[in-house]
């Protein structure tokens, strides 16, 4: 398996602009999650999937941002309109029944610059 | 909410040296993971530790979990440039609990 795949790599956009997150979790893995990572707040959980169903989205800034996984194999972050302080790399991972001892499988994230 | 402070917050050593880091949180947790982020990438998960005293070994890291399930250590011997990377500890706080709450992480930096 290639791991989870996350698209872009690096995405520059202006404010007020919408973006979009692409992930591919790995094949047979039930649970997907959202990530944020910024110097100042490490790792902050934005929302996750079992199955393809949102759980928890209550990590989701606000309003402007939404999340959907409508098959096994595919999700988005979307970002609309987009702010400087939404600046941060986002990653995506994907676990097998929950991950509490096998752990998260994380893609390589994208760096997302809002200038 | 459940935190998980690492310390410390950045390491600089040089090769050969030995170190620990921490991980430390008042809540207890039914099992705690160690990943290692490298530049650029996606945190890889390095060991996952369950039983409270639990001391797990992968070549050079020792990992160890506090027996009240509360902390965790992870101890490199003779440190290698290969090693620099942010470590980051994740605490589950109930079997089969689907979210892991992550540490800020330690920045090491072993330099040649």
């Known amino acids: 398996d290639a791991g989870v795949i996350q698209s872009p790599r690096h995405e520059v956009t202006e404010m007020g602009q919408e973006v979009t997150l692409r992930c591919k979790p790995i094949s047979g893995h039930d649970y997907l999650f959202w990530y944020r990572q910024t110097m100042m707040r490490g790792l902050e959980l934005l929302i996750y999937?079992?199955?393809?169903?949102?759980?928890?989205d209550s990590g989701m800034p606000e309003d402007r941002f939404s999340a959907k996984m409508p098959n096994a194999s595919f999700s988005t972050l979307k970002i609309q309109p987009s702010e400087p302080r939404d600046s941060a790399v986002y990653f995506c991972a994907s676990s097998f029944s929950g991950g509490s001892t096998s752990g998260y499988t994380f893609g390589s994230g994208t760096r997302l610059t809002v200038v | 909410t459940q935190l998980l402070e690492q310390s410390p917050q950045f390491l600089s050593i040089q090769e050969g040296e030995n170190l620990t880091v921490y991980c430390n949180s008042s809540s207890v947790f039914s099992s705690l993971q160690w990943y290692r982020q490298e530049p650029g990438e996606g945190p890889v998960l390095l060991v996952t530790?369950?039983?409270?005293?639990e001391v797990k070994k992968l070549k050079r890291l020792t990992f160890q979990f506090g027996d009240a399930r509360k902390d965790s250590s992870l101890h490199i011997t003779a440190a290698q440039p290969g090693d620099t990377g942010l470590y980051l500890c994740?605490?589950?706080?109930?079997?089969?609990?689907?979210?892991?709450?992550f540490g800020k992480g330690t920045k090491l930096s072993v330099i040649p």
């Open positions: 999937f079992n199955n393809n169903v949102p759980i928890d």
């Open positions: 994740a605490g589950a706080s109930w079997a089969g609990s689907y979210q892991l709450t």
């Open positions: 530790v369950v039983t409270g005293g």
